[in-house]
């Protein structure tokens, strides 16, 4: 993660209560970076595409944009009063994850910050929810934010890959570590690394390519794994001088035991890495990082490869702005 310059936070007009905001305002008014307060709107019925465009749908549009304006001034107010920088904006564009996207990368945001609610299997299952495609196309580090007020020392609990296993580039343990560091020291707060292994998947792929029954040594298998796991993490961790009482060693599927842990350690935030895969590969393996956001108590940061960008077609795509 770069030095932080500009901070988007993504707005939610709707919502009564701005979690993302105000975690948004914090980090801008410890690191001094711009703030900037984005509602990302369209309707399907203004926008000229059901209809012919007329001037009673151009002055709606300008309305309804105008109305949204005066909701951002009156957000940024007290925020600039409390000396942080903050700039608005309204931006007219769809599907809204690309309208963010596109938006984040114009202004070259060093991190977008959003509210996260809970999202059913289904949303999932048919990709439409606007969090989970950010997590595949949004370049910026994403943060996405659950209904809970910061604590004062928050804990940083990182979730790491030092096997590679899930098709990230090695060097991206280093910049989830690099990140986590740095916005804990913002607050003051610790930074923790996990990192799960399972035996039960390695016994599977062993015993689906025997020819014959075989009788496994499955407490020979979960050792050998747990040392070689073992010795990767910590070197990762050493290196970035991650204490050993900090750095949690499991067996099990990471979805399940990254929640498990936060909630021991009520952790903040987790901070994990995910990377783009190919459209069918996605839709019937998904990602690490998908598969956990739901069962997180906590705020989820996700964190891209340094040469991740925003897939070009969705940067080309523009809605006609009203």
């Given at each position: ?5 500009r901070v988007l ?42 209809f012919f465009d ?41 599907p809204l994850h ?225």
């Amino acid at each position: 993660m770069k030095k932080l310059s500009r901070v988007l936070c993504i707005v939610d007009p709707t919502a009564s209560n701005h979690y993302a905001m105000e975690r948004a305002a914090s980090l801008c008014s410890k690191s001094g970076a711009t703030l900037d307060l984005l509602i990302c709107c369209y309707n399907e019925y203004l926008g000229g595409q059901r209809f012919f465009d007329s001037p009673s749908l151009e002055k709606a549009r300008k309305q309804l944009m105008e109305e949204h304006l005066q909701y951002l001034e009156a957000l940024a107010r007290p925020l600039q009063e409390a000396g942080i920088e903050v700039a608005i904006a309204i931006h007219w564009d769809r599907p809204l994850h690309e309208g963010i996207a596109r938006y984040a990368a114009t202004i070259n945001a060093d991190l977008v910050i959003k509210d996260t609610h809970f999202h059913s299997a289904i949303s999932n299952t048919l990709m439409g929810n606007t969090d989970w495609q950010l997590i595949r196309c949004c370049a910026a580090p994403l943060w996405l934010v659950k209904p809970v007020s910061m604590p004062d020392r928050p804990i940083f609990l990182s979730a790491l890959d030092p096997m590679n296993e899930h098709d990230k580039p090695a060097a991206l343990d280093d910049e989830i570590l690099i990140s986590a560091k740095k916005i804990a020291d913002l607050y003051g707060g610790e930074v923790h690394a996990f990192h799960a292994y399972d035996p039960r998947a390695a016994l599977a792929t062993v015993t689906a390519n025997a020819y014959l029954p075989v009788s496994l040594p499955y407490d020979e298998i979960e050792q050998q794994m747990r040392e070689d796991h073992g010795r990767r993490l910590f070197e990762i961790t050493k290196y970035h001088s991650i204490a050993d009482d900090h750095t949690h060693l499991v067996a099990g599927r990471t979805e399940e035991e990254l929640s498990l842990l936060a909630s021991k350690l009520n952790a903040a935030v987790v901070v994990m890495g995910a990377i783009a895969r190919t459209r069918l590969k996605r839709l019937f393996i998904g990602s690490t990082a998908e598969r956990t956001l739901d069962r997180l108590p906590c705020d989820l940061l996700i964190i891209k490869p340094d040469w991740f960008r925003t897939p070009a077609a969705i940067l080309h795509h523009r809605e006609a702005a009203a």
